[in-house]
């Protein structure tokens, strides 16, 4: 069975208000899990060769070795953090292994107004540090995340229906109706993905998921007062409700063994285009291109991201 929330915008509006209380990540991650469908499988793009934006090699890591039950003597994985993880932006945790002098940061739980729950349950501490709970990937330490343990996201699906100039819904090959989704091209890799991001110290996902959307996919970082005000508005139609459809693991290249992504993504579907046909998509922030992009099940998207549209794909009954 999968398990839907419905959030009204008044409960957003709510949840938003009360963020700075306290480390709300955790209460307003609690209400649901992931579809039994959805569950992640073992992780492919988290041991790739080469780790992102470095010459890194990992350590080879055979399918069969990823767990940490299977027995694997000869595992040595690679010691890297990225530099600029090391000087300490506001996102990042201190080096715990090197700076004794550090406070000891509070895992499987809430550490102030930072959530280093895991959607994944409760996963170990070994050395001191956090454990993948999705196994092996050939590097220790936090690479380019700025979290040990579960670096938090959100990712929003803003979904429509393709139709023809007389407003006709287009079928696709297997004659289902064809959805098209908000696809951004990232800036650091050029991949295509959802226009997601990280979820701020004390920020609820909601919260997330309407900020990363207008940053990103909308260009709100450069509008003035007046046009983030209008914008605000007509968005509100389409953030009024939202469909979770997955929380969880994501296979993401920038995963080591002791840090990884971890997502809630929602649907947020406009019905008959009367929201996105008065809004025009700029890419922004860390975005370089912004478009509509049929779901398709051959398309090659950042991270798990194409699991996320197949789960889609799925609750609207449309071609895939």
């Avoid at 209460?27 to 039994?36: E, I, W």
Wanted: aromatic share 10%; net charge neutral; glycine share 8%.
């Amino acid at each position: 069975m999968i398990v839907t929330v419905w959030l009204s915008l008044e409960y957003l509006q709510c949840l938003f208000r009360r963020k700075n209380r306290g480390c709300m990540g955790n209460k307003a991650t609690a209400v649901a899990r992931f579809s039994p469908g959805m569950k992640p499988k073992c992780h492919v793009k988290a041991r790739c060769e080469i780790y992102p934006r470095s010459q890194i090699k990992r350590f080879p890591v055979p399918d069969d070795k990823v767990p940490w039950t299977t027995n694997f003597p000869e595992y040595k994985p690679v010691d890297y953090t990225a530099d600029s993880i090391l000087k300490r932006p506001v996102y990042a945790d201190p080096d715990i292994r090197t700076e004794k002098d550090s406070p000891p940061l509070t895992f499987n739980g809430c550490d102030g107004k930072i959530n280093r729950v895991s959607h994944m349950g409760k996963y170990e501490i070994v050395d001191g540090v956090p454990r993948n709970p999705q196994g092996r990937t050939g590097l220790k330490g936090r690479g380019q995340l700025g979290r040990w343990g579960p670096n938090h996201a959100a990712d929003p699906v803003v979904t429509r229906w393709k139709m023809d100039e007389s407003g006709k819904t287009l079928n696709g090959s297997d004659g289902r109706p064809v959805l098209q989704f908000v696809s951004v091209q990232r800036r650091d890799n050029h991949q295509w993905a959802i226009p997601g991001g990280m979820v701020d110290a004390g920020e609820v996902v909601t919260a997330t998921v309407r900020r990363e959307f207008g940053e990103e996919a909308l260009n709100s970082m450069e509008m003035s007062p007046e046009e983030k005000k209008r914008l605000e508005k007509e968005l509100d139609q389409l953030f009024s409700t939202g469909r979770e459809i997955y929380r969880g693991y994501v296979d993401d290249p920038r995963n080591t063994d002791n840090a990884w992504m971890e997502t809630v993504a929602f649907n947020f579907h406009d019905e008959d285009n009367s929201c996105f046909g008065k809004i025009k998509l700029c890419a922004g922030d860390d975005a370089m291109n912004v478009q509509w992009m049929d779901l398709s099940g051959s398309l090659d998207l950042y991270a798990s991201h194409i699991d996320f549209l197949a789960e889609v794909a799925k609750n609207h009954n449309a071609s895939w």
